[in-house]
């Protein structure tokens, strides 16, 4: 504990002097006392002294009550007959261990201070200050005249903006020069004392002694925990006081006691629950107080444990008012000062009890018991310290209640205010206890109250109410009979209701049943013609329905009415009790016929308005947005090669997307393939491969491989090919005409060609009825890739070299295997020469592609033999010579002759015949036959006769010339052509070289001619 005063604390002191003597002229009302003029304290004191604060001494007694002994050395008495050097007086209050009691108007004490005191006596003989701070002053210099000054403190400080702000708060009555204010008692000291209300003692003065019993500590100091003598700022570091209850929502329990203010109107009682509510309503703070049960407790009875609010002064604790002014009432707190709480980042020591105690003696004056506002003023002040306030140095006009000045303002205002709370008295309770604000509301056609216990909400009555940060507080509805509570129409209301922010309840309390459509959702979009599922909830709002039935309806514009498009409803059979609901996913069909576009599915609650929901008829319906939308299939890829061939397959890539512009999945479906000569859509012939295109959700592609034959009767040329998404149109598009695609390279279509190269027989001859091989070669002439695919060859028989004639004759069908282009495929058929086949020379024709596919030239499919098949025999003469060039008439020719067959064999006998022609052709009529001989048994095919030789007789007639000798085969018979039916009869003959026939010559020559042989 220091010493005081110091220098360091009087200089300050002493520069705020100037500003309280300012003050000189300002009303004389402070603290909660009407403060006397200093003549009335002059002559109401009983003892006036000046001295030296010598000791303090805090003193607890076995009931736990607190009183400071103060003893002062006396320097000089200037009222009243105190003998010895120094008296002791007693206060009530002070700290003693872990608890102290104070009064919010005790005067404060160091140890070494100099202080003018003005006394009064107690009705046991000790002094007290004279009206609690109101009859002490400290005397210090000041400093400018270096006079002594006489300075009166108000304690304590503890002020609402200090305490939020840790401004330093003007503190400190006015001072009065020493030397004046002595004068001033020495002149007064003789008046006389003025009539108060209770009968003063009037014993020998005598000083206090602390008990032996009980618990006593010395002390340097008598202030309320520590705070600085004024006119020092306050220390924000300095512990308070505030109760524990409030962070519990636990109200701090008041009691009246139960005599009351007899001149007071409701004797007080409506004041103290009108003062008590006032704090109890601050919706920024969790503190309230409750009323509790009348008590006979009184006074400042700091052990006793009941917070009272007492009247008259029951215990004579306060000095009685003189002439209207001194005391009004006292706060007094009981303190455990040990520090617990931390809050706002203030350390607080916990209040265990408070009383107010209402003076005596002034029901003469008429501006206090009997004023109810002046009287709730005062019990609000005290209430006020009993939370734990100070007082106040808002002088402000507070803009909402518009009352000049804090209630917690050292000032009895008395301006009618009441109850009031000035903005500063209410963030100073907000401080010491932050709240979080409940505000409850009540909506619906039906009534019923909501509570929250422990005098908080109490709704339609107390309907805001503050509640300690982050508590819990269960919320009571109550319906009123017919009615029924439906729930908190804001989030976080459901009990209990977490406090971490200010909140808003309101309960709905209804008086009829009120269906709504609680919930609704369906999908973002779909097609025409497609089934969806609207998920629905029904909740009843009110009181409990009936059956009803729920419409489902889509339409072009938010609000859903029963005249849009229906499209189901579902049963409620059992209908909702209050706050139950029904929920459904319930299936319906979008109409096929819905142009794609906007539009709301909705839901309709009791769309047959089977339940009279009174008033509540307007809210049933709500809807959720749906997209009707379609599909768009576009085929985005088509290849093809640069040529195909009739009727062969060609591989085509193509490749389908989805272009929805929203997410709307296209059905299975099928791209066909057309091809056409020109480019455009739509025309061409289509064909018969297709591919299958699965289901395809929005911007999904099916690519894809298709094997298409071109159809084998297709012209050769230039073609497109042309693919089209969905040909069969079963998938509903929000573009139909877009399908379409064309391949960007044309394909040379070509078509196969066979033509036959070759045929030959083997054997080249014979006879009807034998079996003759006939080999042709087909070749496919065309270019790449017209291959041919398998085809039949025909042979034709003809007698001549013209194909299609009457004498045709069919021999059969020959099979070809399919033929690359290019390629060529030689085949050898064995045919039976019909029998009847006249002999003769025949061709034998191979037709290629006998009825069968397109190619791209006809006429060169057939070709024959070159050589003819002979049919039949064929006599000729091979050899014919004449023994003789020179032969005379009569004379003897040997010829030798060879016939050969080179037909089929001959079935019959035929002669060789020998003519004598002067031509080398044979004149049946004019050439002489000389000889035949006969060929016997035929001749078989390839087979000869001779040479044999024939003797000849040149005729004696015959005139020398030149001549031939002609030699025919199957000279006989009936026939001209002789005897055997020939292929060929007009090689039958043969002359030999040209002979001379001559005179005979007897000369040599003629006989060495005979000689020779
Ligand atoms: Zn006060």
Known sequence: MRDRPGPGFVLPALLLLGVWLALLTAPAIAGIVIPMDDGDLIRGADVIVQGRVARIESHRDVFGAIQTYVTVGLDEVLKGDV?????????????????????????????????????????????????????????????????????????????????????????????????????????????????????????????????????SEQR???????????????????????????????PVTMRVNATGEPTAPTLGVAQARAAMK???????????????????????????????????????????????????????????????????????????????????????????????????????????????????ADSTIDPISGVSGATMEPVAHFDGRGAVLHADDKSGVTFIYPGRTLIVQRTGRGSGTITSGSDGIDCGTECVAGFAVNSFVALTATPSSGSAFTGFVEAGCESPVLMSVHRTCTARFESAPDLVVSAIAGPAMAGPGTAVVIEN?????????????????LSSSSAVT?????????????????????????????????APGSYVLGAIADVDDEVDEGAGEGNNAAATAILIVRPDLVVTRLTAPAQAGTGLPMTVHSAVKNQATVAVTAPASTVAFYLSTDARPGGGVRLAETRAV????????????????????????????LAVADDRRVVDESDEGNNARVAARAIAVKRPDLTVRSVTTKPARGVAGMNVKVRHVVRNVAAAPAHAPASTSRLVLSNNTALGDADDVDLGPVAVAALAAGAHAALTTT??????TAPGRYWIYAVANDGGFSEAATE???????????????????????????????????????????????????????????????DASADTLLAARRVTGGLASGARSGPIVTPVVIPSTASPGTYFLIVRADAGGARTSGEVLEADETNNTRATAAIRIVRPDPTVPSVSSVRMP
């Open 694 to 721: 699965p289901a395809l959700a929005k911007g999904r592609t099916s690519t894809g491989a298709t094997r298409i034959t071109i159809p084998s009767d297709t012209p050769p040329g230039t073609y497109f090919l």
């Open 83 to 215: 003998a010895g050097p120094e008296v002791t007086i007693v206060e009530i209050g002070g700290t003693v261990g872990d608890r102290t009691y104070w009064l919010f108007a005790n005067p404060e004490f160091v140890v070494g201070e100099r202080v003018l005191l003005f006394m009064d006596q107690r009705v046991d003989g000790t002094l007290r200050t004279y009206h609690f701070y109101l009859g002490k002053f400290s005397i210090v210099t000041d400093p400018p005249t270096g006079n002594l000054t006489a300075v009166r403190g108000v304690p304590p400080r503890v002020t609402a903006r200090s305490i939020a702000a840790a401004v330093a708060a003007p503190a400190g009555d006015v001072a009065r020069p020493l030397d004046d204010f002595k004068h001033q008692i020495h002149r007064r000291v003789g008046e006389p004392q003025p009539f108060i209300s209770r009968a003063r003692p009037v014993l020998p003065f005598r000083s206090a002694a602390v008990p032996a019993s009980g618990a």
């Open 278 to 392: 006032t704090w109890s309503r601050v919706s920024t703070s969790s503190f309230r107080f409750a009323e509790g049960l009348p008590t006979s407790a009184g006074g400042f009875q700091a052990g006793d444990g009941i917070s009272a609010i007492s009247f008259r002064d029951p215990l004579e604790q306060i000095p009685d008012p003189v002439n209207c002014s001194g005391t009004l009432a006292i706060a007094g707190i009981r303190v455990l000062n040990e520090p617990t709480m931390v809050v706002n980042g203030r350390t607080f020591y916990r209040a265990l009890q408070g009383d107010v105690v209402v003076n005596n003696g002034w029901e003469a004056c008429g501006i206090f018991y009997q004023d109810f506002e002046n009287l709730t003023e005062v019990l609000a002040h005290e209430l006020g310290h009993v939370l734990g306030l100070g007082h106040s």
């Open 831 to 836: 045919v039976s020469i019909p029998d009847g």
């Open 562 to 594: 029963t005249r849009h498009r229906q499209l189901a409803t579902r049963r409620v059979g059992g209908g909702l009790a209050t706050n139950a609901t029904t929920a459904d996913a319930t299936r319906v069909l979008i109409p096929a016929d819905v």
């Open 537 to 553: 909830t029904v909740r009843n709002n009110g009181t409990t329905a009936g059956p009803f039935n729920v419409g489902f309806y």
């Open 220 to 250: 340097q100091e008598f202030r309320f925990i520590g705070d600085p003598n004024p006119p020092l700022p306050v220390n924000p570091a300095r512990t308070l006081v505030r109760w524990r209850e409030p962070d519990l929502n636990q």
């Open 860 to 922: 060169n499919n057939a070709a024959r033999t070159t050589r003819p098949l002979t049919i039949g025999p064929d006599l000729l003469v091979t050899a014919a010579n004449p023994s003789k060039t020179a032969p005379a008439p009569g004379m003897t020719v040997k010829v030798t002759t060879t016939v050969a067959n080179q037909g089929g064999a001959t079935p019959a006998d035929f002669e060789v015949g020998i003519y004598l022609s002067v031509n080398g052709t044979l």
